[in-house]
């Protein structure tokens, strides 16, 4: 049966020993979310914390933090809500799995009837009033601006589009967007609301910005947990989120439109209502952010909190994000797998794509697509910059600042999630000539702080289609290392053709061509000296080179998280030719940390040591952490 709220979710994961109870008294300050980092490592349960230090409610975490059991959670209408994405995609599958598996296209209608929001005339949501200050605060970093939402689904309506028929919510949308309890500037009845560039939310506050109106928001925490997935789920403009929620929920969404004007939902368990009134904001973070650095303090929108409410049996649920992979590195997966087939029907002409949860997801984007521009003159990247484009214009795949793209003709089986593939497939073939395309001074992810300013950096598309240019070196060929100058180290092999090297620290990105001519000078004498550079494509010049080269994880994280495309890559050789730019092996990352790079997270000492005596035998952790 379709859970009806959060505690029958949380009480399931019990029955099936997917949940463990701590019920030591821990804190909301860093403990709670030092207990979630360690139990999402140790691939553990859930964990209801039952006495959070000053909470009216226990807390979970971890509900997501392992595929198997967010897909546990998600049973009721997981598979069918895929069905009806993929006949959606491809209508014409309908036909043909009515004869051959006449069961799933019966539950994809299922889910279709699921799909439509009911109206009820009273909600659990709405028990017992409370004020903002009794909601659980949990701060998850030492740096942090204070407490935070992680697992908030932010409600809005178009303003001036009016209720539908029975008051129903029509042009509205529901978004993941962090919000900040207290701290800084705020009042006891005020939240900090950071959204985003290129956020469904920010079209409904410029609309209200331009009718010199207050923004209604209604904030939903907890509730069946399909309806969190739902508020990330990255759907089409128009396309509801409370229809995708009851599709995924195998339950239709309730909600409630109150005397007050605010659309609630009838089984979440808290609900925060108010108004972002115009042209208002307060410093906001800093806040540890999900590419492992802190998002810094900017100005965004106060919400003026009007009332909150709780059910009776209210659980307040959060996640803690971080270094990737973090809990929320499974929303990721699950929205690839659900929006998967498609891809080809919004991008036509490509095959797969995949954000790299481990670069940080925005930073590195890679794709498969089609080459089939005239092929009698030689396979090369043609429609493939017409399919780059169409992708970078496309939704939030507009925030990737790296894009990979290769042509399926010259590997039918390479998929964009097999990232060593990938990475090994384009780098044999990219022409650094002609085949590196850059755009500059555009807009970039606003948690990433490589670029020129908030939201401003740029991108750079890496093609690969033909015939193999060059074999991969698995070694560094041994001139090299004889004509490296100091202080460059290395460098040391990460993949075929890739390679980690160690030098100065970053001084300016006015100094950094001098710096690098010692560098191109030794190379070009151990070209002299017979050294074939040519299977060195990339070459990642950072602090700690052992470090980066050590795993797969860690070259992604810190080549893509710690540069941008127009500032930090280099090449031998390189120059500009009717605004093109050019270059010979090796092309150069600079992924040193910069004075204007955010912090990294690093964890409080004495706030592990005191989980660690949790996970002490005889301790409620003992054997999960």
Not at 63 to 68: D, I, S, V
Not at 205 to 233: C, D, K, N, Q, Y
Not at 402 to 431: K, N, Q, S, T, W
Not at 574 to 601: F, G, M, N, Q, T
């Amino acid at each position: 049966m379709a859970y009806r709220s959060l505690a029958e979710a949380v009480s399931d994961l019990e029955r099936h020993r997917m949940l463990v109870r701590v019920p030591d008294e821990v804190d909301g300050h860093l403990e709670v979310a030092e207990i979630q980092r360690r139990v999402y490592a140790a691939k553990g349960p859930a964990i209801l914390c039952e006495r959070v230090r000053g909470a009216p409610a226990p807390c979970v975490s971890n509900l997501f933090g392992a595929p198997e059991r967010a897909r546990f959670l998600l049973r009721h209408g997981l598979e069918a809500a895929k069905a009806a994405v993929r006949y959606r995609a491809e209508p014409g599958r309908l036909a043909r799995d009515l004869l051959r598996e006449p069961l799933t296209p019966l539950k994809a209608a299922a889910a279709g009837l699921h799909s439509l929001p009911r109206r009820v005339r009273s909600a659990p949501s709405q028990a017992r009033r409370i004020e903002l200050g009794d909601v659980p605060r949990i701060t998850s970093w030492p740096d942090d601006g204070g407490p935070f939402i992680t697992l908030p689904q932010v409600f809005t309506e178009e303003p001036g589009a009016g209720p539908g028929p029975l008051g129903a919510p029509l042009a509205s949308n529901v978004g993941m967007y962090r919000i900040q309890l207290a701290g800084n500037d705020y009042g006891p009845s005020e939240a900090g609301m950071h959204y985003q560039i290129h956020r469904g939310i920010g079209i409904h506050h410029t609309m209200a910005e331009r009718r010199g109106e207050p923004l209604p928001v209604s904030i939903f925490v907890g509730g069946p947990p399909a309806h969190t997935l739902a508020a990330v789920m990255p759907l089409p403009e128009g396309l509801s989120e409370l229809l995708f929620a009851g599709m995924l929920a195998g339950r239709s969404f309730r909600w409630l439109r109150r005397r007050d004007g605010f659309v609630v939902s009838a089984e979440s368990d808290f609900t925060i209502t108010g108004f972002v009134d115009p042209g208002r904001t307060l410093p906001e973070g800093p806040f540890g952010d999900h590419l492992g650095y802190y998002s810094l303090i900017h100005p965004f929108p106060v919400l003026r909190v009007t009332r909150v409410t709780c059910r009776d049996d209210a659980i307040w649920p959060l996640t803690v994000v971080g270094r990737p992979p973090q809990e929320d590195t499974t929303f990721g997966e699950l929205i690839h797998e659900i929006t998967e087939p498609m891809v080809p029907t919004s991008l036509p002409g490509v095959h797969s794509v995949h954000a790299v949860d481990a670069a940080g997801v925005h930073p590195l984007l890679l794709a498969v697509g089609s080459e089939r521009y005239a092929p009698f003159t030689g396979r090369r990247p043609q429609e493939l910059w017409t399919i780059a484009n169409a992708i970078l214009g496309f939704g939030q795949c507009s925030l990737a600042k790296y894009l990979f793209i290769a042509a399926r003709e010259d590997a039918p089986d390479l998929r964009a999630g097999d990232i060593a593939g990938m990475l090994d497939h384009v780098l044999r073939r990219v022409d650094l000539a002609t085949d590196l395309h850059f755009q500059t001074r555009t807009t970039m992810d606003t948690l990433d702080y490589t670029g020129e300013g908030l939201n401003a950096g740029s991108k750079l598309v890496v093609a690969g289609a033909g015939p193999e240019r060059r074999r991969l070196a698995r070694r560094v060929p041994d001139p090299v290392g004889r004509r490296l100058p100091a202080p460059y180290s290395g460098p040391l092999p990460v993949l075929p053709g890739v390679f980690t090297l160690g030098g100065p620290r970053f001084s300016s990105h006015e100094a950094v061509e001098a710096d690098l001519a010692p560098l191109w000078a030794g190379l070009d004498a151990a070209e002299r000296d017979g050294a074939d550079l040519s299977g060195m494509p990339l070459v990642v010049l950072c602090d700690d080179p052992a470090f980066a080269a050590a795993n797969l994880r860690n070259f992604l994280w810190v080549t893509f998280t710690r540069s941008n495309p127009s500032h930090d890559v280099h090449g031998r050789n390189s120059r500009i030719r009717h605004k093109h730019w050019s270059a010979v092996e090796p092309i150069l990352v600079d992924a040193r940390l910069k004075p204007h790079h955010a912090p990294p997270l690093i964890e409080d000492p004495a706030v592990t040591r005191r989980v660690d005596a949790l996970a002490a035998p005889g301790g409620p952790l003992h054997g999960v952490i």
